[in-house]
C-alpha cells in the first residue's frame, strides 16, 4: 500500500510559479513510475507529467511543455512537479499518482486526494 499526499498549491497571478510536491509513504517509492494529473471544473482529469522509475525518463503534455518540470527523489520518497510561467487555463486540482506500469488515468495504483491550484489573470 502507498500512500500520497501533495502539498504546494495555492492561488497564484499569471506569470508565476509554484511547486507541487508529492510525499509517498512506504519502501517502494522506486518502484513506480510517477505521473502529474489535473482536473479543472467540468472537465476530465488528464495527465500533466510522468517520471519513469528507473531511467527517469520524463513526459510531458504538449499543454505544458517547457513550463512545467516533473522530477523525483528516491530517498526522500518524494515526486514534484515545479510550474513556472503559469496560465489561467492551468488552474485545476492537481494529483499525483503512483504506478507500477502505465501512468494513466485508469492504469495508476494509487492516488493523492489532491491540491488546488489557481491562476488569476
Known amino acids: 500500500q502507498v500512500q500520497l499526499v501533495e502539498s504546494g498549491g495555492g492561488l497564484v497571478q499569471a506569470g508565476g510559479s509554484l511547486r507541487l510536491s508529492c510525499a509517498a509513504s512506504g519502501r517502494t517509492f522506486s518502484s513506480y513510475n510517477m505521473g502529474w494529473f489535473r482536473q479543472a471544473p467540468g472537465r476530465e482529469r488528464e495527465i500533466v507529467a510522468a517520471i519513469g522509475k528507473s531511467d527517469g525518463g520524463t513526459y510531458y503534455a504538449t499543454s505544458v511543455k517547457g513550463r512545467f518540470t516533473i522530477s523525483r527523489e528516491n530517498a526522500k520518497n518524494t515526486a514534484y512537479l515545479q510550474m513556472n510561467s503559469l496560465k489561467p487555463e492551468d488552474t485545476a486540482v492537481y494529483y499525483c499518482?503512483?504506478?507500477?506500469?502505465?501512468?494513466?488515468?485508469?492504469?495508476?495504483?494509487?492516488w493523492g486526494q489532491g491540491t488546488q491550484v489557481t491562476v488569476s489573470s
Open positions: 499518482a503512483a504506478a507500477r506500469v502505465v501512468v494513466s488515468t485508469t492504469q495508476a495504483d494509487y
